[in-house]
């Protein structure tokens, strides 16, 4: 192969690298997720719904699920604050599909007492209309407490 070819290809395998590092895709996850995360936690159905594709279907850990209205209706957290930030984060990605999995812990307002939890967590996002959706989440928190 010839010097200058293998120049080219060379460069295009550097293009391709650095349009993939982390720092470009971090990006792209920090803000879906920053995002969702505090929609999800404000308790607010009308912010919730925003975030939502239409087929988005959340799965907890306690077995229950909910497609979009009936969690908008009375599926949303009572989260009173979170505790930590975003942890064990890992992305995949695709042109219109993200898979991002995280460890989140928070605290519940449950009458007159408050718990703690950690919630390892896996959310689907899916571009719609050049905004990333959620389109599955699941959630296994455990108590700390």
């Known amino acids: 192969m010839r010097p200058r070819i293998k120049s080219v290809l ?3 395998c550097l293009i391709s690298l650095a349009l993939l590092s982390p720092a470009w895709s971090q990006n792209v996850y920090d803000d879906a997720l920053d995002a969702w995360v505090a929609a999800a936690t404000s308790g607010d159905p ?4 925003q975030f939502l594709a239409p087929e988005f279907q959340i799965l907890r850990g306690n077995g229950r699920r909910y497609d979009a209205p009936n969690y ?14 975003l942890t064990h984060i890992e992305v995949t990605k695709s ?10 812990t928070f605290e519940v307002d449950e009458g007159n007492q408050k718990s703690r939890w950690r919630a390892p967590r896996l959310t ?16 296994f928190a455990v108590p700390i407490d």
């Not at 042109?95 to 989140?104: A, G, H």
């Not at 990333?132 to 959630?139: E, I, K, L, P, Y």
């Open 10 to 12: 060379a460069l295009k």
């Open 72 to 85: 908008l209706a009375d599926g949303l957290p009572s989260i009173s604050r979170v505790l930590k930030e």
């Open 46 to 49: 009308q912010i919730v719904e």
């Open 124 to 139: 689907v996002f899916r571009k719609i209309d050049g905004d990333w959706r959620v389109s599955a989440h699941a959630n």
């Open 95 to 104: 042109e219109d599909v993200m898979v991002v999995s995280y460890w989140l």
